[in-house]
């Protein structure tokens, strides 16, 4: 399929964001304070605990991106473990914008 000049200016402005996204990947930046309510931050963390050990099982591209969402959750469940402070109901803690921004994708995705 051949690309229309809007789709194919998407395709370069999309090959720009990867190229910032590197750039930011090597950079030091601060973690962002989020407030989370106590469930959810409650699963995040039992997605940390969750023994997940093994060969990978053979996978699309579809998976992979569960997979690594899957992951994104156990994280900022571990960030929850070092460092959550529970306050009436919610969880307030500190996280890399990696994982804000995998929260914020997987939530635009929802159908």
Same mark, same amino acid.
């Given at each position: 399929? +051949?690309d229309?000049?809007?789709?194919?200016?998407y395709r !370069?402005?999309a #090959?720009?964001l990867?190229a910032?996204g #590197?750039?930011f990947?090597?950079?030091?930046?601060?973690? +962002?304070?989020? !407030?989370?309510?106590r469930?959810?931050?409650?699963t995040a963390v039992?997605a940390?605990? !969750?023994?997940?050990e093994g060969?990978l099982?053979s996978?699309?591209l579809?998976q992979?991106?569960?997979?690594?969402?899957?992951? #994104?959750?156990a994280l900022?469940?571990? #960030?929850?473990?070092?460092?959550? !402070?529970?306050?009436?109901?919610?969880?307030?803690?500190?996280?890399?914008?990696?994982?804000?921004?995998?929260?914020l994708t997987?939530?635009?995705?929802?159908?």
């Open positions: 399929m +051949v229309t000049e809007a789709q194919a200016q !370069r402005d #090959s720009v990867a910032l #590197s750039h990947a090597t950079a030091k930046l601060p973690d +962002v304070e989020v !407030r989370m309510p469930a959810l931050a409650d039992a940390w605990e !969750r023994d997940d060969p099982d996978e699309d579809e992979r991106i569960q997979r690594h969402r899957a992951a #994104s959750l900022i469940g571990l #960030s929850i473990v070092k460092g959550g !402070r529970p306050d009436d109901g919610e969880v307030f803690v500190g996280l890399h914008l990696d994982l804000v921004g995998d929260a997987a939530a635009e995705d929802l159908p």
